[in-house]
């Protein structure tokens, strides 16, 4: 019914950057906020950034200045920008959505993740 999919990871040198998108499709009414995750081996997933349906954001101190996270609502995609990315950055990225799916039914989305490398 709803489906999220992420792109734009790779493997990049630090100092170096990527813009992660997530596109969601199917069948909805509206997607309220957006977040992006990240989880490296053997740690515990960290929410990396927030947006709002009313475009608040927020952010983890450790990507606080280097990362942007944005969206378009026309169509339904949720952008990371990461700059001066760091080897501790490396991680497989998710993004989530909470989404008004029909009447009566909010319900979470994750999407598959995207695997970013950061070199030394």
């Known amino acids: 019914q709803v489906q999220l999919v992420e792109s734009g990871g790779g493997l990049v040198q630090a100092g170096g950057s990527l813009r992660l998108s997530c596109a969601a499709s199917?069948?909805?009414?509206?997607?309220?906020?957006m977040r992006w995750y990240r989880q490296a081996p053997g740690m515990q997933r960290e929410l990396v950034a927030q947006i709002t349906s009313g475009a608040t954001t927020n952010y983890a101190d450790s990507v606080k200045g280097r990362f942007t996270i944005s969206r378009d609502n026309a169509k339904n995609t949720v952008y990371l920008q990461m700059n001066s990315l760091k080897p501790e950055d490396t991680a497989i990225y998710y993004c989530a959505a909470k989404i008004w799916v029909r009447v009566g039914l909010t319900d979470d989305y994750w999407g598959q993740g995207t695997q970013v490398t950061v070199s030394s």
């Open positions: 199917g069948v909805f009414f509206r997607i309220n906020d």
